[in-house]
């Protein structure tokens, strides 16, 4: 059981490129989500997703979309990359209110991305 | 808009002391709070889950209450030692346990 997995682990871009940030998890969870951390804070939400089809944005949603195609996949995208995205992403799933359980939040190890 | 905020920022206190961490929310219709430890450069290891109907939950050396009414969770931790040196974060889960809300932290060190 994997788990959340989240590639790349480190990617640097240049300013304006653009690239994809790819979660899945296989224990087929409904609830999807990204944050990003910079230095000395806490994590803050970009986008979640209640399931397939279904996204709605976080605290700090500008500059990044998703799609949700799948149960299992949750990519972020970002289409023209600024200095200010230089951050730690981590992509986290749990439950929906069908079959939540607990609502326990599980998280993938992180992706830190360098943007020059 | 849910809120969190967690006091203090950073806290250093001698090996074996007891300690309490602080997180605070501003809308108390939440589903469960969750708090996390994370280590330097690291992901994020989950501690303890309270459920919007409960009252507190205990592991180990760690006991983690819930006060809704008063919008106010705490991690205790016992007979505290060096490796529970980390950040800890305390989220709290909206309506559904959706969208949960991270504070900033609060960064323990403990001294040999």
């Known amino acids: 059981n994997a788990g959340v997995t989240q590639t790349p682990k480190f990617q640097v871009l240049k300013t304006g490129q653009s690239m994809t940030l790819q979660c899945a998890q296989d224990?087929?969870?409904?609830?999807m989500s990204w944050y990003r951390q910079d230095p000395g804070m806490g994590l803050r939400l970009i986008h979640y997703?209640?399931?397939?089809?279904?996204?709605d944005q976080g605290e700090v949603p500008n500059g990044y979309n998703v799609s949700r195609s799948t149960t299992e996949d949750f990519p972020l995208r970002l289409l023209s990359a600024a200095p200010s995205q230089t951050s730690v992403y981590f992509c986290?799933?749990?439950?929906?209110?069908?079959?939540?359980?607990?609502?326990?939040?599980?998280f993938g190890e992180g992706s830190r991305l360098t943007v020059l | 808009k849910q809120e969190v905020t967690q006091i203090p920022a950073a806290l250093s206190v001698p090996e074996g002391e007891n300690l309490v961490l602080n997180c605070s929310f501003t809308?108390?219709?939440?589903?469960?709070l969750q708090w996390f430890r994370q280590d330097p450069g690291k992901g994020l290891t989950s501690l303890l889950l309270?459920?919007?109907?409960?009252r507190e939950q205990t592991s180990g050396r760690l006991n983690a209450s819930l006060d809704k009414s008063s919008g106010r969770s705490t991690l205790y931790i016992a007979a505290s030692q060096p490796g529970d040196s980390a950040t800890y974060l305390c989220?709290?889960?909206?309506?559904?346990?959706?969208?949960?809300?991270f504070g900033a932290g609060t960064r323990l060190f403990v001294k040999a």
């Open positions: 986290a799933s749990s439950y929906d209110r069908g079959s939540r359980g607990t609502g326990e939040l599980f």
């Open positions: 224990m087929n969870h409904e609830y």
């Open positions: 997703s209640v399931g397939a089809g279904i996204t």
């Open positions: 809308d108390s219709a939440i589903y469960n």
């Open positions: 309270i459920q919007s109907s409960q």
């Open positions: 989220a709290a889960a909206g309506t559904g346990g959706f969208k949960t809300i």
